[in-house]
């Protein structure tokens, strides 16, 4: 069953001789539970492709269907709910709030959602992620495994459907960087989660299911690595 369907996907950014076609007529799907490895140069067009499909980031043409629903069909309001509770989006740089402890950023998405707290999901994060006794630390007080790891939480708190990480290891050192894809891989396989990761790490996309690679804007490589 496909969980995610693009479309003939295009995003033109500025016009006339300052156009630039960050992706130009992308169509793919994917499964759910899949794990997908993103690979191409930078200026392909991998975090632009990310945005849109997380809600972020608006197509120029072309349609992206998310659980059969047409994400953009939306209006603002109603991406907004989309992008809270069914993608979990996790970035290179952390962005965790500073004045805000690890449980604090962890649950963040679920109070502006206006939701309750699920303690037992919560509790079982911060175990798998490995930050149990750290719950009140500041952000710097962490190391920089740490803070993505509680970035990965807060992705994760929401039970999104589709986890979408854009170089989710490039700030990090070898062991913490296959650490952070194990726990990735870990909640892939135990929430039945489709996990899309852009990376310029071959170690990591062999890990993938699947390898898309984009050049210009386009697919240029679509290869089932296992089933």
Avoid: C, W
Wanted: hydrophobic fraction near 35%; charged fraction near 25%.
């Amino acid at each position: 069953m496909d969980i995610l369907k693009v479309e003939n996907l295009s995003k033109i950014y500025g016009n006339g001789e300052n156009e630039v076609h960050a992706l130009n007529d992308v169509s793919f799907s994917v499964k759910k539970g899949e794990f997908i490895a993103i690979i191409g140069p930078s200026g392909s067009g991998k975090s632009t492709l990310l945005h849109i499909l997380g809600g972020v980031d608006k197509p120029t043409s072309g349609k992206v269907f998310m659980d059969g629903s047409d994400v953009y069909a939306q209006n603002d309001e109603q991406l907004a709910v989309f992008r809270r509770r069914q993608v979990g989006l996790i970035y290179q740089f952390y962005n965790l709030i500073p004045v805000l402890n690890v449980m604090e950023n962890i649950t963040l998405p679920v109070l502006m959602d206006g939701q309750q707290i699920n303690n037992e999901r919560l509790n079982e994060l911060l175990d798998t992620l490995k930050l149990k006794g750290r719950e009140n630390h500041l952000p710097n007080q962490l190391s920089g495994g740490q803070q993505q790891r509680v970035s990965i939480g807060r992705a994760l708190m929401n039970a999104p459907s589709v986890v979408l990480a854009d170089e989710p290891t490039g700030n990090l050192d070898s062991k913490n960087s296959q650490e952070i894809v194990e726990l990735l891989k870990y909640s892939n396989k135990k929430y039945n989660q489709t996990l899309i990761i852009i990376t310029h790490d071959e170690n990591i996309a062999l890990q993938a299911d699947r390898i898309l690679a984009i050049e210009d804007g386009r697919i240029t490589r679509d290869e089932v690595i296992r089933k």
